[in-house]
């Protein structure tokens, strides 16, 4: 049941708390000897033990499991490039999901910049109190040089999640949605619609899991090798996808594939597109907050199996299904660079979740216990 007034009820749930999250002392300073120990004289032989031995920070304070969750406002949600303000609800709701779904503690940094080296730099800066870097509703291209060159000069792992995490809770859904309606990856043909940051992560990762045949879809058309538009990142993409060469619009492009993801904004697929579809056709409408077709929509149109990434439809499709294990996943393992590899067996194990898949239930809840360890453990 969709809640026609959720905006107006989450403006008033924010307002009401005032943030969602707190900062809170582990133990509680009840005496002067305890403040001897927590503050000084006592926390300057720590300060004079890490000074002389860095390395030793995680075991000591709290870069033992602290992801910071940073964004610039340049994309955020389905929103666009609404500035660090409106970023920071985003980010602050990350940080939450963060501690109660995968018991670690973030915090959410917005940045009043917008350009690539003042962002890399000021993350570098900042760095030393934390044992991961999230970024998040980052724009693309600067996205993919900000997490580059980050992960190259630093030594914990520093993840776009836009790209990543999505790109894993996608493939998630679609082993099993394959498995619903009797297909096969190499045999399927995908159409992806957007080829910004989590387009381009998609894409890479369901090439990397044998994904033959996938159509990417921009703004201006199907991307080809063709084209003379094209940023560095859709050039890679138009040499490794889009194998028959084909040309045109999202209409062209869907005509007899079986697999529709949509990563752009809302109402971008009509329900006459999807009767073009092959048979069976499955429909991953991920645009948020408005999907690119609403469920009931697509099922009447004939898709077999249909997912958003909106809590208030079935097949949740959404990276908080795979941000608080994967992070969790790589801090416990001691894994400073996320990789294909392990973005494969995260999916993996986020799919087998779901002992049963039905076309309802592609995906496992948020809220199913099991999700964040079974990805957790899993990666290492």
């Known amino acids: ?79 666009g490039n609404i500035g660090p303000y ?18 670690l503690n973030a915090f959410p940094i917005v940045l009043n910049t917008q350009e690539p080296e003042e962002i890399i730099q000021t993350i570098i800066n900042i760095a030393p109190v934390f044992s991961a870097i999230n970024l998040e509703d980052i724009a693309a291209p600067q996205c993919f040089e900000i997490e580059k060159r980050l992960q190259a000069t630093l030594d914990i792992p520093v993840v776009h999640d836009d790209q990543h995490a999505t790109a894993i809770v996608v493939l998630a859904g679609l082993i099993n949605s394959l498995k619903v309606v009797g297909k096969q990856a190499q045999a399927s043909r995908v159409v992806l619609l957007g080829a910004g940051a989590a387009g381009v992560g998609v894409a890479k990762l369901l090439i990397s899991y044998g994904f033959k045949d996938i159509i990417v879809v921009d703004s201006t058309g199907i991307i080809d090798t063709t084209r003379t538009d094209l940023t560095p990142e859709k050039r890679a993409l138009s040499q490794a996808t889009n194998t028959h060469h084909l040309s045109g619009n999202l209409e062209d492009a869907v005509k007899g594939a079986d697999i529709f993801i949509g990563l752009s904004t809302g109402g971008k697929l009509p329900p006459s597109y999807i009767k073009s579809m092959n048979t069976k056709p499955i429909i991953f409408a991920l ?36 941000f608080p294990g994967l ?53 290492g």
């Open 327 to 379: 992070f969790k996943g790589l801090i416990n393992h001691s894994i400073t660079e996320l990789n294909d590899t392990i973005k494969l067996k995260a999916a993996q194990a986020l799919a087998d979740v779901v002992s049963n898949p039905m076309s309802e239930i592609v995906i496992p809840s948020v809220f199913d216990s099991k999700v964040v360890e079974a990805i957790a453990q899993n990666i």
């Open 287 to 322: 645009a948020n907050p408005e999907p690119e077709i609403l469920p009931n929509d697509a099922l009447k149109a004939g898709a077999a199996v249909v997912a958003s990434g909106r809590s208030d439809f079935v097949n949740q499709i959404n990276n908080v299904l795979v």
């Open 86 to 103: 409106g970023a920071l609800p985003v980010m602050e709701g990350k940080a939450m999901l963060f501690s109660q779904l995968g018991g």
């Open 1 to 79: 049941m969709i809640k026609s007034n959720y905006q107006e009820l989450a403006l008033q749930l924010h307002k009401k708390l005032h943030g969602k999250i707190v900062s809170q002392s582990k133990i509680v300073v009840k005496d002067e000897e305890d403040l001897s120990l927590v503050y000084t004289p006592g926390v300057g032989a720590v300060s004079s033990l890490l000074a002389n031995k860095p390395e030793l920070a995680s075991q000591y304070t709290i870069k033992n499991n602290t992801v910071a969750v940073i964004s610039d406002g340049s994309a955020v949600l389905g929103l």
